[in-house]
Nanobody, 124 residues
Framework: HVQLVESGGGSVQAGGSLRLSCAVS????????MGWFRQAPGKEREGVAA???????RYADSVKGRFTISKDNAKNTLYLQMNTLKPEDTALYYC???????????????????WGQGTQVTVS
């Protein structure tokens, strides 16, 4: 049974930092592509950052240079380090996983099969 559990969300002032974590169970994180997605009220869910099973990342233009995605395979955990946060980063952030595919499609929401419940990030 695949399970993804996010943590680390919260409220922060603009310019601050947060680190999100996604604990994986039911499969080995190193064998799947994984990503972080977010959904703000009234908006569609969008890809923020994702990483292939071989640890090649991809970022949305809106977060390049501010967010860093990483995996700790020993802990079966995915991370998202978010720096220089802006009010427009406010959203519910989801962790997701999919079977290995091409790098170009890493940020495509519809290609992910497994999802966590989300963790709220609020930037004021």
């Amino acid at each position: 049974h695949v399970q993804l559990v996010e943590s680390g969300g919260g409220s922060v002032q603009a310019g601050g930092s947060l680190r999100l974590s996604c604990a994986v169970s039911g499969y080995t994180a190193s064998s799947y592509d994984m990503g972080w997605f977010r959904q703000a009220p009234g908006k569609e869910r969008e890809g923020v950052a994702a990483i292939t099973s071989s640890d090649v990342p991809r970022y949305a233009d809106s977060v390049k240079g501010r967010f860093t995605i990483s995996k700790d395979n020993a802990k079966n955990t995915l991370y998202l380090q978010m720096n220089t946060l802006k009010p427009e980063d406010t959203a519910l952030y989801y962790c997701a996983a999919r079977s290995r595919r091409d790098w170009a499609s890493l940020l495509q929401t519809t290609l992910y099969s497994y999802w966590g419940q989300g963790t709220q990030v609020t930037v004021s």
